[in-house]
T-cell receptor
Framework: RKEVEQDPGPFNVPEGATVAFNCTYSNSASQSFFWYRQDCRKEPKLLMS???SGNEDGRFTAQLNRASQYISLLIRDSKLSDSATYLC??????????FGTGTSLTVIP | DVKVTQSSRYLVKRTGEKVFLECVQD?????MFWYRQDPGLGLRLIYF???????EKGDIPEGYSVSREKKERFSLILESASTNQTSMYLC???????????FGPGTRLTVL
């Protein structure tokens, strides 16, 4: 079983739509959780960390459910510039990182 | 801002050549990582290092070696490049405490 699993998509949504991505992880000892954004042929960049209480950054909301071992990312009012691949990342012990394969999002005009 | 740099953005090599990929970070981070990324497979860890001269194998170390002689520099070596090592190679670093990873821009390596 993979450490981190994501629906690869693709998700094709119109501008202004709300879209949600989920990610499950297998190791209950996981400590830190992140969503990264990766544009085509570029490196992953941190979008936001995910906290147990949930956190919001503008149009983006991340949630963590430790009991069910999943994290989610909600994007409201999608923009064309949100088109990218979103990677779910789980960290254990500070130097062990596990990546999902990414979810592809295309926002359509 | 943390900066992670990689020696080349694009590289073309021939089968059997020895290839060096260099990564430098400027934030005094303890941990450094080398990944390869292939379509449908995501990021896979090749090696990581938690201190100078220390290294640990990742999930796919075969055909690769690494060197960390200085804290800021982590090198990936392909001893004898093969076509199945054509990939995007990403270097990353983190401080010693749990934190997000900071990635370099990547090296797209093609082995002919």
């Amino acid at each position: 079983r993979k450490e981190v699993e994501q629906d690869p998509g693709p998700f094709n949504v119109p501008e202004g739509a709300t879209v949600a991505f989920n990610c499950t992880y297998s190791n209950s000892a996981s400590q830190s959780f992140f969503w990264y954004r990766q544009d085509c042929r570029k490196e992953p960049k941190l979008l936001m960390s995910v906290y147990s209480s949930g956190n919001e950054d503008g149009r983006f909301t991340a949630q963590l459910n430790r009991a069910s071992q999943y994290i989610s990312l909600l994007i409201r009012d999608s923009k064309l510039s949100d088109s990218a691949t979103y990677l779910c990342v789980v960290n254990k012990n500070g130097n062990q990182f596990y990546f999902g394969t990414g979810t592809s999002l295309t926002v359509i005009p | 801002d943390v900066k992670v740099t990689q020696s080349s953005r694009y590289l073309v090599k021939r089968t059997g050549e020895k290839v060096f990929l260099e990564c430098v970070q400027d934030m005094d981070h303890e941990n450094m990582f080398w990944y390869r990324q292939d379509p449908g497979l995501g990021l896979r860890l090749i090696y990581f290092s938690y201190d100078v001269k220390m290294k640990e194998k990742g999930d796919i170390p075969e055909g690769y070696s690494v060197s960390r002689e200085k804290k800021e520099r982590f090198s990936l070596i392909l001893e004898s490049a093969s076509t199945n090592q054509t990939s995007m190679y990403l270097c990353a670093s983190t401080p010693g405490t749990p934190s997000e990873q900071f990635f370099g821009p990547g090296t797209r390596l093609t082995v002919l």
